[in-house]
């Protein structure tokens, strides 16, 4: 059990305001949620990502150089839910209490969202992988969440630098202006391919596929993070073949060998989108990711 002084200096630390003039510092695990911690703090928040741009969506290793920001930082944003097993271990090493789970510095991201799959009981993978176990943790990729995220946001940082709440509060009107013309310009050009079949690499993409129209039948992973086996692969070709399916949904670290055989196999076009904000060039930021996978998904259901 600690000594009783070195406990309450503990609580007595995570109590305590954390915020004492500047720049606020924030750690967010996902390049997307910097961009939106960015949309509401401005220059009144320094932001750094833990997760590159490019990464398996459930394994991130942290860097030393990291650590010490996480060591520092008042606010630790996350997508919550199962997303980050990879997180526990930092939180421990980086030592700062304010940090960890609903401590006065834990910000989860998901509060407020409307989950999928929320209801689907899913077994461990035997080998290994990751489970969507509390909903589908890719919510991000549905533009309309920005508004619940962009507000969440606003209170944990409101919660931490209660004196700039006006300017909190007034920086995320020109990003959701932006929000909605890119919502009704996405939309029109979406139209057209609603109801389109498609197969995706990994589970990323049941936000993005309602709030467009689109229909997942499969994905090549059987289950989240597990490589397909040839049979798993042999009976998704056959499904897409007689299904109708023209379009595999791949991302910048899917493996291309088997995404290329899936497509030679099942005759569907192959499409790279970006799942996270960098991920390729040109989708430097929240909108500018969705402008980029909407016209490669418009170009790609095209004429052959």
Known sequence: MP???????VLLLAAAPAWGGGALSVVTTTTDLKALVE???????????????IHDPHAVEVKPGQLARLRDAALLVRIGLDHEPWLARPLRAAGNPRLLPRGPGDLDASHGIELLQAETVRARPERGGHVHGLGNTHYWLDPENARVMTATIL????????????????????????????????????????GLRVVVTHDSWPYFARRFGLVVVGAIEPSPGVPPSPQSLGALTARMREGGVRLIIAEPWSNPAVVSQVAARSGARAVILAASVGAEPGAGDYLALFDLNIRRLVEAAGPR
Do not use: C, I, K, Q
């Not at 209660?162 to 139209?191: I, K, Q, Y």
């Open 155 to 194: 209170g944990g940082l409101t919660r931490l630098a209660a004196a700039d709440h006006a300017v909190f509060t007034a920086n995320p009107a020109p990003f959701l202006e932006r929000l909605d013309a890119g919502l009704a310009r996405w939309s029109r050009a979406m139209a057209p391919l609603a």
């Open 3 to 9: 000594r009783l002084p070195a406990l309450l200096a």
């Open 39 to 53: 949309a509401v703090g401005g220059d009144r928040v320094s932001v750094e990502s833990l997760a590159p741009a």
